[in-house]
């Protein structure tokens, strides 16, 4: 099967949306203070947030069987750099992109999973509207519902 997830962040809160042929699920979720994370998790910039939603995207659909093994889950980056950070694996002066990167590749290797990046616009991006004020009530902050 294939999916279109489409992911974006801000300092305090990132969301994601999953197409699957004519449905899409949507959710959102808050950047856990650091403290929580070991100080791991410290989220400095849209970056940073993008790249955890997009593992967390990917690990939330494999998690309520939306994505499963074999499937291809066509990433939709509304920026270049993204895509770029995602497709050159190589390291960076970032500790919290290169871990995603490395989990995001773990789940493809683990699971089978066929990844494309592609670029949209960004008016496109299904997921930037999740973190605008006027539209929290449209998107879900948990997973009830799915398991």
Same mark, same amino acid.
């Given at each position: 099967?294939?999916?279109? !997830?489409?992911?974006?962040? #801000?300092? #305090?809160?990132?969301?994601?949306?999953?197409? #699957?042929?004519?449905?899409?699920?949507? /959710?959102? @979720?808050?950047?856990?203070? $650091?403290? !929580?994370?070991?100080?791991?998790?410290?989220?400095?910039?849209? /970056? =940073?947030?993008?790249?955890? $939603?997009?593992?967390?995207?990917?690990?939330?659909?494999?998690?309520?069987?939306?994505?499963?093994?074999?499937?291809?889950?066509?990433?939709?980056?509304?920026?270049?750099?993204?895509?770029? !950070?995602?497709? =050159?694996? @190589?390291?960076?002066?970032?500790?919290?992109?290169?871990?995603?990167?490395?989990?995001?590749? =773990? !789940?493809?290797?683990?699971?089978?999973?066929?990844?494309?990046?592609?670029?949209?616009?960004?008016?496109?991006?299904? &997921?930037?509207?999740?973190?605008? #004020?006027?539209?929290?009530?449209? &998107?879900? @902050?948990?997973?009830?519902?799915?398991?």
């Amino acid at each position: 099967m294939e999916h279109e !997830l489409y992911f974006d962040g #801000t300092l #305090t809160e990132y969301s994601w949306s999953i197409k #699957t042929e004519n449905k899409i699920v949507n /959710q959102i @979720r808050e950047h856990p203070p $650091a403290y !929580l994370s070991g100080g791991k998790l410290d989220v400095k910039d849209k /970056q =940073q947030s993008k790249c955890i $939603a997009i593992h967390v995207g990917i690990y939330w659909g494999l998690g309520v069987f939306i994505i499963k093994d074999y499937d291809v889950v066509n990433v939709m980056c509304d920026s270049e750099e993204i895509r770029d !950070l995602m497709t =050159q694996n @190589r390291k960076i002066d970032d500790q919290i992109i290169n871990d995603k990167i490395h989990f995001i590749n =773990q !789940l493809t290797e683990h699971r089978n999973l066929k990844i494309n990046y592609e670029i949209i616009k960004s008016e496109s991006n299904l &997921a930037t509207e999740l973190l605008s #004020t006027n539209s929290k009530n449209s &998107a879900s @902050r948990d997973s009830r519902g799915f398991v």
